[in-house]
């Protein structure tokens, strides 16, 4: 039977901790946190290497070292309300939901969405709801959130969604141009966003974050 506590503990040692996350919450939650309960059956025992994962349908699960940056350049704290959007099987809400108040996690691919829910009920993660809805609209009613992330690649954010996020608030996503992407925090202040890149990383784009096409005459 594979040890998953001690492939958890080389994960943080070898990817996380290397990688310049020293947040404890951080570092606590992803030793804490089955990264294998919330991949697919067949890839659990992939679940500690070093790449993304494969979901199905085109999406993944990041690899650790880029969640990690996520989470230590996000600065979730305890009391905030988080939106994530596309958790796919749930791993990352079970992380956010370790260091916040509540996540409320969108999905809108049905079977994702209910395997997640199932996953994080399973692992008795009670502050994360999962709901069933198209990513780019988030969830307007249970607005605003002190943060939105996206642990995917995204083009281009509707303003539909950063119009969820509370002044003061941040959001996070892995902006692709190309083959190599950017991870860029969004600080809102006074309803508009300023972006700052903090590394490199890549990621599908989601549905919904697709750049419009432009026309040309």
Do not use: C
């Not at 958890?8 to 951080?26: A, E, K, L, N």
């Not at 199905?56 to 990690?68: A, D, T, V």
């Not at 995917?152 to 509707?158: K, M, N, R, T």
Request: glycine content about 10%; proline content about 7%; charged content about 20%.
């Amino acid at each position: 039977m594979a040890d998953f506590a001690a492939r958890r503990r080389i994960m943080v040692d070898t990817q996380i901790r290397p990688s310049d996350v020293t947040s404890f919450p951080i570092i606590d939650a992803m030793l804490n946190t089955p990264r294998e309960a919330y991949v697919p059956d067949a890839a659990r025992d992939l679940a500690y290497l070093g790449g993304p994962i494969a979901l199905g349908g085109g999406r993944q699960l990041m690899e650790p070292r880029s969640i990690g940056k996520m989470l230590e350049a996000l600065d979730v704290t305890p009391g905030e309300m988080v939106l994530e959007i596309g958790p796919g099987l749930g791993y990352t809400t079970a992380l956010l939901a370790r260091m916040a108040e509540a996540v409320v996690a969108v999905e809108e691919d049905e079977a994702l969405a209910r395997e997640a829910e199932a996953n994080l009920s399973a692992q008795s993660v009670d502050n994360a709801a999962v709901l069933t809805g198209p990513l780019a609209d988030g969830s307007a009613k249970n607005a605003p959130y002190d943060a939105i992330v996206i642990f995917a690649g995204v083009e281009e954010i509707p303003a539909a969604l950063t119009d969820q996020l509370r002044d003061g608030g941040r959001i996070m996503a892995v902006f692709m141009n190309g083959p190599l992407g950017e991870v860029r925090t969004g600080l809102k202040l006074h309803g508009d966003v300023s972006w700052r890149m903090e590394f490199n990383a890549t990621a599908p784009v989601l549905p919904g974050f697709a750049r419009a096409p432009s026309f040309e005459f």
